[in-house]
């Protein structure tokens, strides 16, 4: 199979097959992203995050559909966790987006966290791009389901919508630290239960705490499953794109991704780089042992390795 | 390269029994797999079209509901129009010994019937997938 020809083609089979190269660390993926990056950066990526059974799947394909309405070509990357024991994965996102399967202008791809802690894969920088150059004017994103901390989405997002549900927890759980601060669009989801105007009002009042004048986060009540307040919610999802771009923010956050992006990279190389010296001689191995012996401790090791890659190269 | 293999376990039909392909993808899971799961009631097209978006080395599908002469050969010719022809395709469920050799003949791979240990399906796979 010709991928470069049958990505540019449209063809699925080539962009599906690009993911999987990319996933598994196939070089030869990294030079066709290379050789096409000129053209990424037109898709819009919309983050969906939110704890395991909040609706994240159900609210993206009821979002993807009425983006579908408008010809746009959709992409949905949804990610499940990997199991830290076996490294396989039950991939189940798909099951509430059956119908979209057969769309001719979706694509959807599921992926494993394998190992990563975030909230996402390390492959979904990677698999962006492949959807954009794919041609999809809208990529989103489905994380895991998230906890308090996994915000990784926020590095790879223009929009991240936090998807919500009635019952949580009380209203310490909002001011805590962590995803509920990334949320550029709330949706209370299954809003025809219990508690639903308690906890719109709870997200309202720290977004009061958050003091925030330039822009502040809609919380929009939704029952996704009814396809109820999707419309408003995709129109607040809009608002926030368009104050991105007139405040300049827009490309502030492509570049914190680039950086980002660069870093993790770099840091990825850097690994590879030790994972190869270990291989030549046992430098690491050593130095573990001689921390273990408290001949050293860790800070004098990893300043001694990186002295060690210095003058080996690692290569 | 180290890499899962990915499966797309798929209910084609109207029966509404997933209990058993539930039970071979946690299997899976367990075996160091990426089970993609597409729940119950699925087309034909729509198991192909999941199974190239997803760019999955085996479709596992599981029927109860008698329709596999007809619904198992649809999936994998549908596969072979889209690409896909490098596709492992293994079947499961209540299917009648004398409807295997036909379902063989059609490119399912193998059958696999009430009983059988979920091990034996693994192995099949892993054994069977086209790609390294």
Redesign the interface.
């Known amino acids: 199979?010709d991928i470069r020809a049958g990505l540019l083609a449209g063809?699925?089979?080539a962009a599906?097959?690009l993911?999987?190269m990319i996933?598994?660390?196939?070089p030869e993926a990294i030079e066709i992203i290379k050789e096409n990056y000129a053209k990424i950066g037109k898709a819009r990526i919309i983050g969906i995050t939110g704890p395991p059974g909040a609706g994240k799947s159900t609210v993206t394909d009821k979002l993807a559909k009425l983006v579908r309405k408008q010809g746009k070509k959709v992409a949905i990357i949804a990610v499940d966790p990997?199991?830290p024991?076996?490294?396989?994965?039950?991939?189940?996102d798909?099951?509430r987006m059956?119908d979209l399967?057969?769309d001719e202008g979706v694509?959807?791809?599921?992926m494993?966290t394998?190992g990563a802690l975030g909230g996402l894969s390390k492959s979904v920088h990677g698999a962006i791009k492949v959807m954009d150059i794919f041609g999809c004017d809208y990529i989103f994103v489905e994380t895991v389901g998230v906890g308090q901390s996994e915000i990784d989405i926020v590095k790879v997002a223009d929009t991240v919508l936090m998807v919500m549900v009635p019952g949580l927890g009380d209203d310490i759980q909002a001011i805590k630290a962590g995803i509920m601060e990334i949320g550029d669009v709330f949706a209370v989801n299954k809003s025809d239960r219990e508690g639903a105007e308690k906890t719109a009002t709870e997200i309202e009042i720290m977004l009061d705490l958050n003091g925030m004048t330039e822009y502040r986060p809609p919380v929009k009540n939704i029952i996704a499953k009814d396809n109820k307040g999707i419309e408003e919610l995709w129109d607040a999802i809009e608002k926030h794109y368009e104050y991105m771009v007139s405040s300049g923010n827009f490309s502030k956050r492509r570049q914190n991704a680039i950086e980002t992006e660069i870093l993790e990279i770099f840091k990825q190389n850097l690994l590879d780089k030790v994972e190869k010296l270990e291989k030549k001689g046992e430098y690491l191995s050593d130095l573990i042992k001689k921390v273990f012996n408290k001949q050293i401790d860790p800070y004098t090791a990893a300043i001694e390795l990186s002295n060690i890659l210095n003058k080996e190269g690692g290569e | 390269?180290n890499?899962?293999i990915?499966v797309l376990v798929a209910k084609p039909g109207l029966d509404g029994h997933d209990r058993g392909a539930k039970v071979v993808?946690?299997a899976?899971?367990?075996?160091?797999?990426?089970?993609?799961?597409?729940?119950l009631r699925?087309?034909p097209?729509?198991i192909a079209?999941?199974a190239?978006?997803?760019?999955v080395d085996c479709v596992a599908m599981s029927i109860l509901s008698g329709a596999h002469n007809h619904l198992f050969p649809k999936v994998v010719n549908l596969l072979k129009e889209?690409?896909?022809e490098d596709i492992l395709v293994v079947g499961g469920g209540v299917i009648p010994e004398e409807d295997i050799p036909g379902l063989k003949e059609a490119g399912v791979a193998e059958i696999f019937t009430p009983g059988t240990p979920t091990r034996e399906t693994i192995d099949f796979i892993t054994n069977n997938i086209k790609r390294d």
């Open positions: 199979m063809n699925k089979r599906a097959r993911i999987t996933e598994n660390g196939d990997t199991s024991f076996s490294g396989g994965a039950i991939l189940g798909r099951i059956s399967n057969t694509f959807i791809r599921s494993g394998r | 390269m890499r899962p990915r993808a946690r899976m899971r367990d075996a160091g797999m990426e089970v993609i799961y597409t729940g699925q087309t097209e729509q079209e999941a190239i978006q997803e760019d889209k690409g896909g």
